[in-house]
């Protein structure tokens, strides 16, 4: 039940993050063009752009764990047996999930410090911008812990080959 949540949530984040970059791609192309067509350049378009980037960056990163997208060292684990990679795993994921918790917990006091102050170009709250952290650590911490619990997900093993 919980794997099947996970994986609709993952799937809608999936959407979001595809649509966010279509449109981050669509307004670079579009200054690009402005700019040598026009000679005219847009004053907000690299500034959507980077935060759109910001949000893509930690939405993908939760359902990264998930195809195993992380950057791993396997040289040494692939050396012992599977109950000792069972408890790497199993430590690395702690050590992933308190990293997460603490990127919550910055990440929602240095939005909430930024909510006041405005962004150059689009005057949009930068609170806003620093919320991608947060919930990107939120969805980190679903996956991981559907990593730990469930047979269904992709292994590392398997995307590797």
């Known amino acids: 039940m919980y794997h ?18 279509v449109i981050m791609v669509a307004l670079v192309f579009l200054q690009i063009l402005m700019r040598e067509v026009v000679d005219y350049s847009f004053s907000w378009t690299e500034e959507v752009a980077r935060y759109l980037l910001v949000w893509v960056s ?6 990264a764990y998930q ?14 047996n599977d109950r000792f990679n069972k408890m790497i795993k199993i430590i690395v994921s ?13 990440g929602m006091e240095l939005a909430l410090e930024n909510s006041m102050n405005k962004s150059p170009a689009l005057r949009l709250p930068m609170g806003v911008v620093y919320l991608a952290i ?13 990593l730990l619990f469930s047979k269904n997900s992709t292994s590392d093993a398997e995307v590797s080959e």
């Not at 050590?95 to 603490?102: C, G, K, L, N, S």
């Open 67 to 80: 195809f195993g997208a992380h950057i791993s060292i396997e040289v040494f684990v692939k050396k012992f």
């Open 94 to 106: 702690l050590i992933a999930i308190v990293f997460a918790i603490i990127l919550i917990i910055t």
């Open 4 to 21: 099947k949540l996970v994986l609709n949530v993952n799937r809608w984040t999936q959407y979001l993050t595809m649509a966010l970059l």
């Open 134 to 146: 947060p919930i990107g650590a939120f969805l980190q911490i679903l996956n991981i812990i559907d």
């Open 58 to 63: 930690f939405l993908a990163s939760g359902f």
